[in-house]
Nanobody
Framework: QVQLVESGGGLVQPGGSLRLSCAAS????????MGWFRQVPGNEREFVAA????????SYSDSVKGRFTMSRVSAENTVYLQMNSLKPEDSAVYYC?????????????????WGQGIQVTVSS
């Protein structure tokens, strides 16, 4: 079965950095567009970033553009989210997602598989 496993979350001070990882298994990694979303209690799941199957194209939400970088390493079946200049409003549970096909969708409903989520807290 398909599994997406996030790691790398935790507590960081404002202005700090974290790198999230998502290891995928049970799917043909090169066939899947990958995304990162985040959610705080009471809110809908929010798009953060997406990356194409080749890794050659990325898309970011306006709130993280210029601070976050998404990448993928096919040999590792892993995607990464490098988060710099973190702000308290970046605090959320972060989810990795996968969808079959080429389009970098920004809506959660378009993704086929999800990780269990990992907490990121930005606080002094």
């Amino acid at each position: 079965q398909v599994q997406l496993v996030e790691s790398g979350g935790g507590l960081v001070q404002p202005g700090g950095s974290l790198r999230l990882s998502c290891a995928a298994s049970g799917l043909t990694f090169r066939d899947y567009t990958m995304g990162w979303f985040r959610q705080v209690p009471g809110n809908e799941r929010e798009f953060v970033a997406a990356i194409s199957r080749s890794g050659g194209s990325t898309s970011y939400s306006d709130s993280v553009k210029g601070r976050f970088t998404m990448s993928r390493v096919s040999a590792e079946n892993t995607v990464y989210l490098q988060m710099n200049s973190l702000k308290p409003e970046d605090s959320a549970v972060y989810y990795c997602a996968a969808r079959s096909g080429p389009i970098l969708h920004r809506f959660a409903v378009n993704y086929d598989y999800w990780g269990q989520g990992i907490q990121v807290t930005v606080s002094s």
